[in-house]
């Protein structure tokens, strides 16, 4: 059984701060590692990716990458109202041009920034 | 460009009737993903196609379920003899290539309620 594992939240954040969203997943073989935010009634978006371990920063976002604790996160740093919403995150056993082409989700963590 | 489109975007239909749903992938991507998403559960994976290869049916949670892609291009989910707990909104998402790192891009989806 592939689990990821998110903090169901919510998480509640004033304006202007930084919102830290974790992850956990239990195959030691993952390989790609996805963000996704789904507003309400929305289909997700995805907002982040990363494969290899440390660091990836993107404007306000920053994706960590931890493998050998099994762990990811989604920092959103100058957090906006407008990032209120769920994030998912997705998990892929294989890496590029692998055939493992499914993505294992998280329950996803509530966000609300306040104003 | 054009993001990943669905049709229809409701659905609804009496128990034991067959529904098709639509998806229609990004231009030139080759992967094409089901997954569906029921209120209040995560993301659960019902079957990826790749090219020609034969496509990974392994989510399906029924034989009442099927799929088919067409000229690698469009692909149609058909739910026979619907069910309640069929109720769902069922996503579809397409990749530039197979497997992990290619990023999965989703499209509306659509949301399916069975009376």
């Known amino acids: 059984q592939k689990e990821v594992e998110q903090n169901s939240g919510p998480l509640s954040v004033p304006e202007g701060a930084i919102a830290s969203l974790n992850c956990t997943y239990s195959?030691?073989?993952?390989?790609?590692f996805f963000w996704y935010r789904q507003y309400s009634g929305k289909s997700p978006e995805l907002i982040m990716f990363?494969?290899?371990?440390g660091d990836k920063e993107d404007g306000r976002f920053t994706a960590q990458l931890n493998k050998a604790s099994q762990y990811v996160s989604l920092l959103i740093r100058d957090s906006q109202p407008s990032d209120s919403a769920t994030y998912l995150c997705?998990?892929?056993?294989?890496?590029?041009?692998?055939?493992?082409?499914?993505?294992?989700f998280g329950r996803g963590t509530q966000l609300t920034v306040w104003p | 460009g054009a993001g990943v489109s669905q049709s229809p975007s409701n659905k609804v239909t009496e128990k034991g009737k067959d529904v098709e749903l639509r998806c229609d992938p990004i231009?030139?991507?080759?992967?094409l993903y089901w997954y569906r998403q029921s209120l209040g559960q995560g993301l659960e994976f019902l079957i990826y196609?790749?090219?020609?290869?034969?496509?990974?049916k392994s989510g399906l949670p029924s034989d009442r379920f099927s799929a088919e892609r067409t000229g690698g291009s469009v692909s149609t989910l058909t739910i026979q003899r619907t069910q309640q707990e069929d109720s769902a909104v069922y996503l579809c998402?397409?990749?530039?290539?197979?497997?992990?790192?290619?990023?999965?891009?989703f499209g509306p989806g659509t949301r399916l309620t069975v009376t």
């Open positions: 990363i494969y290899s371990n």
């Open positions: 195959d030691r073989g993952s390989q790609s």
């Open positions: 231009s030139g991507h080759t992967a």
């Open positions: 998402a397409s990749s530039l290539g197979p497997g992990g790192g290619y990023e999965q891009y």
């Open positions: 196609f790749q090219g020609n290869s034969a496509p990974d």
């Open positions: 997705a998990v892929n056993l294989g890496g590029r041009g692998s055939t493992l082409g499914r993505l294992y």
